[in-house]
């Protein structure tokens, strides 16, 4: 079975653009969450989709914005890049969402540099 | 004082040994605890799940929850170079600060196994 698969892998982006991470759960999952890692941290909760409706959101600035498909894919869209947005990206799929959330499986990330 | 506390090491043992790492936190509301391994630019890999206080058991990995004080831990026995890795906590409960699917991390301890 295919695990979460984020893409892109790595990504440049110059400071006030725009962009759009990937990721698609492992199949039958259908809740999403979104993390940001910095360097010694461990991760931050950015979005959690379930059943294509938002369930949480972390304390990020509203640059952050992020959508579930029908086939329970995900996108998170950071606009107006600053420096500290450099991080590693994590997607984690579970079975249940919500305040059934309990085990997550993550993807490998997206490494975003922002220059 | 922090959520979750991690000694981020580094820890350093010889191949074989038993490795203890631990986890401390603040909020009782917390329900379902985690144990992750991250590989150097690699997303987390979940290695165990618990529900509440007890012990679970898989393979060399024992963990532990002990909700009273409010501390988790996870063993290594015959402990390999390819363990090598920063070990996470993490740890989430229903509907915990109002964002559901929020799982809070520690910052991590760095292990290496020597040969």
């Known amino acids: 079975d295919a695990g979460v698969t984020q893409s892109p892998t790595h990504l440049i982006k110059t400071r006030g653009q725009h962009v759009t991470l990937r990721c698609s759960p492992i199949s039958g999952h259908k809740s999403v969450s979104w993390y940001q890692q910095v360097l010694g941290q461990g991760p931050q909760f950015i979005f959690q989709?379930?059943?294509?409706?938002?369930?949480g959101r972390g304390n990020f600035p509203d640059r952050f914005s992020a959508r579930q498909f029908p086939n329970y894919s995900s996108e998170l869209n950071v606009n107006a890049l600053l420096l500290g947005d450099s991080a590693l990206y994590l997607c984690?799929?579970?079975?249940?969402?919500?305040?059934?959330?309990?085990?997550?499986?993550f993807g490998q990330g997206t490494r975003l540099t922002v220059v | 004082q922090k959520e979750v506390e991690q000694d981020p090491g580094p820890l350093s043992v010889p191949e074989g040994a038993i490795v203890s790492l631990n986890c401390t936190y603040s909020?009782?509301?917390?329900?379902?605890f985690m144990w992750y391994r991250q590989y150097s630019r690699k997303g987390p890999e979940l290695l165990m799940y618990?529900?509440?206080?007890g012990n679970k058991e898989d393979g060399r990995f024992t963990a532990q929850v002990d909700k009273s004080s409010k501390y988790i831990s996870l063993f290594i026995r015959d402990s390999q170079p390819s363990d090598s890795a920063t070990y996470l906590c993490a740890m989430s409960g229903p509907n915990y600060g109002g964002s559901q699917g929020n799982l809070i991390f520690g910052k991590g301890t760095k292990l290496s196994v020597k040969p």
């Open positions: 909020n009782s509301a917390f329900q379902y």
């Open positions: 984690a799929s579970s079975p249940r969402g919500g305040d059934r959330t309990t085990e997550a499986f």
């Open positions: 989709y379930y059943e294509k409706e938002e369930r």
């Open positions: 618990t529900y509440s206080s």
